[in-house]
């Protein structure tokens, strides 16, 4: 490939946003669930505790799931849309897919 044709692409275009190392969405749903539990339930030992439990764990969770994969939720997210539209496999009376014969194509 000639240099000068060359665009230099830097890492920051093609990384996924994370936040803390998971997912952006998930970490801002993670923490208004817990500002609802703090917020909404009132301040109460146990409200507490399942709120640093769900900060932790979750987080945790969340982090190790990125690692993973750092688009999980994105394509799950895709993956609830086109369920309907692609099935898994092919049926076994399906119709094969047609072929077309471009050797036989004139001007």
């Known amino acids: 490939m000639d240099s000068a044709l060359a665009t230099p ?6 990384r996924p946003i994370l936040l803390g190392g998971a997912e952006r969405e998930l970490v ?31 987080h945790s969770a969340m982090v190790l799931a990125a690692r ?19 099935p898994a496999r092919a049926l076994h009376h399906a119709p094969l897919a047609p072929v077309h014969c471009f050797a036989a194509r004139t001007r």
């Open 68 to 86: 993973f994969d750092p688009q999980m939720w994105q394509v799950y997210r895709r993956h609830l849309v086109y369920q309907t539209f692609y």
């Open 28 to 58: 801002l749903v993670n923490c208004i669930v817990i500002a609802v539990l703090v917020l909404g339930i009132g301040p109460h030992p146990l409200t507490f505790l399942l709120a640093a439990l769900l900060g932790t764990l979750g």
């Open 9 to 14: 692409l830097h890492a920051s275009l093609v």
